[in-house]
């Protein structure tokens, strides 16, 4: 049961995130940036910590779990080193990705020639 409800999780995401997409105006960024915040907004109020323990890597993947390692490594952050804390712990849980990331780019621009 338990990937199976990790399953639905991740599919509800990308289902309200296409429903948004073919309904509205809004582009795919507009739409990364809405469900980074929620994520934010959810593990905020720690929310977002039941839905981990309850769907595990389900709710992990999607581009909610960004919005929450944000928030999750910030408010960590300040409990050690106060309001300085929050700048300084906001990258901490995300920059490993972050930084593959931008490596993985590089290396793939050098590879791959863009498209016209």
Known sequence: MYFINSFLFCGLICLIAELILDNTKLTPGHIT???VCIGSALDAFGIYDYF???VGGGALLPITSFGHS???GALLAAESNGIVGLLIGMFDLTAAGITAAIIFT???TLI???RD
Do not use: D, E, P
């Open 33 to 35: 940036a809405i469900f």
């Open 52 to 54: 981990i323990a309850r």
């Open 70 to 72: 944000l928030i999750h």
């Open 106 to 108: 590089f290396i793939f």
């Open 112 to 114: 791959f020639k863009a």
